[in-house]
């Protein structure tokens, strides 16, 4: 879960003192909730990742790099601030630490420094494609107070807050568990006021208002209706493409959807080509709703989840090629990893585990929370920690 991977991928040329390599272009790969165990250049024998194995083959394959959370929203803010993400009150100990409503009202705060933004300083086009994750608004539903082009990005386009279970008709909901916990038992409570008041009320035991027993009624009908109000709108306010600040797709569809992104990504790096750029394509694969385009469904021997790491694959593939034709190779940092491991302990309603491996690196989410906690609290000596 902690355990993180990395390549980097820096050829010299021939010419020692290139101008371009003071500026070298740098391109970061983050993968949503990859296992370290998923990769071939980490032993995994029957996912076939040849394009990111090649990466390691030329680069640095680190095998202990340890992401500050083992959740989504606190791990990226430390990935883009270098700091403990409890600094930018992005740590949560007791409570979700994740958006997972576009109407949130929280997000990485402005005056945080990401390197993008020192990137952009430094005259470097800076683009994310891909998730975000970190908060879209403070006060209106347009002031942008923590979108991406407010955090040293000039280009977005992707997915501001996370692709999730509800995201995708058929492939269950997250909110299930929580609804299943707290509203029948609501709901029940409330019957056995409403019968008990009445009983009592014709009893004659108790003299009360039949307004009394009317508004227990509208309360538990009015609960109904927030619940399916939720679900039947959950998609469509949450789920949506974004390009720079406006929506292009509402809700997204996930047809052909990391073509689009390494297409998007591609046509970043040709426009760049004279310039330093950092590119920062951050896959809402292989995170649940698993999905992979036509081309790669059914290929994989470990089914969707299967087919989700190797379409990512081949989407590295395309990009390092186009650096290849630009020969931008020799002058490009590229960095690889995943914002923490596999999400082994999501079981769907339907009892479907969501897949990935993370090699030797096994526990369970219980272990990771403590851990985590324990980084929160100690944020001195968390580097000391092996695990
Ligand atoms: C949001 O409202 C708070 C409190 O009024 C204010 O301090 C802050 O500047 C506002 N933020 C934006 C981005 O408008
Ligand atoms: C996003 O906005 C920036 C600056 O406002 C602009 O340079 C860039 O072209 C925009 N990108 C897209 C895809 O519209
Ligand atoms: C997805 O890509 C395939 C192959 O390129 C294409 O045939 C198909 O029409 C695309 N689907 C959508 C919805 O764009
Ligand atoms: C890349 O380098 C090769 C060999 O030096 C050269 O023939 C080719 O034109 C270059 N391509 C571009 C797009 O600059
Ligand atoms: C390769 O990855 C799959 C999918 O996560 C996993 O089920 C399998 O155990 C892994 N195989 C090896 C040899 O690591």
């Known amino acids: 879960m902690i355990l993180f991977h990395l390549m980097l991928y820096l050829w010299p040329t021939s010419n020692a003192i290139d101008e371009r390599l003071l500026k070298p272009n740098i ?34 394959k680190l095998t202990q790099h340890i992401a500050a959370s083992p959740l989504c929203t606190p791990s990226r803010a430390a990935f883009l601030t270098g700091r403990y993400p409890v600094r930018s009150g992005m740590a949560s100990l007791n409570r979700l630490g994740v958006f997972l409503f576009s109407a949130s009202s929280g997000g990485l705060p402005a005056e945080e420094i990401t390197f993008a933004k020192l990137l952009q300083q430094e005259g470097y086009s800076t683009g994310l494609i891909g998730k975000w994750h970190l908060g879209i608004n403070c006060n209106s539903s347009h002031d942008f107070c923590h979108h991406p082009l407010n955090h040293g990005f000039d280009h977005f386009y992707g997915i501001p807050v996370n692709n999730i279970r509800d995201c995708r008709p058929g492939h269950g909901s997250v909110f299930i568990k929580g609804i299943k916990m707290y509203i029948p038992s609501i709901l029940q409570m409330t ?129 390092l090629h186009v650096l290849d034709r630009w020969n931008l190779s020799g002058q490009t940092l590229v960095y690889f990893t995943s914002d923490q491991g596999a999400h082994l302990e999501e079981i769907s309603d339907n009892g479907e585990v969501q897949g990935g491996f993370n090699g030797i690196f096994k526990g369970r989410i219980q272990l990771f929370t403590i851990v985590s906690q324990i980084l929160y609290n100690c944020p001195y000596s968390w580097s000391n920690l092996h695990f």
Request: charged share 15%; glycine share 8%; aromatic share 14%.
């Open 27 to 60: 391109i970061l790969f983050m993968v949503d909730d990859l296992g370290i165990g998923d990769l071939g250049c980490y032993g995994n024998t029957t996912l076939r990742t040849p394009n990111i194995d090649k990466l390691a083959k030329g680069g640095v």
């Open 191 to 319: 019957g056995i006021a409403v019968i008990t008041l009445e009983v009592m009320r014709y009893l004659g035991l108790l003299k009360i208002p039949c307004r009394v027993i009317g508004y227990l009624f509208l309360l538990a009908v009015a609960l109904v209706a927030i619940v399916l109000f939720f679900f039947n709108n959950f998609r469509h306010l949450n789920c949506f493409l974004m390009r720079n600040y406006s929506i292009i797709q509402q809700p997204w569809t996930y047809e052909n959807l990391t073509q689009r992104f390494t297409e998007d990504a591609k046509y970043f790096i040709r426009r760049n080509t004279d310039k330093p750029f950092l590119l920062f394509l951050s896959y809402p694969q292989v995170h649940t709703a698993l999905y992979a385009s036509p081309a790669f469904r059914g290929n994989s021997k470990h089914g969707l989840y299967g087919d989700a790491v190797e379409e990512m694959d081949w989407s590295v593939g395309q990009i």
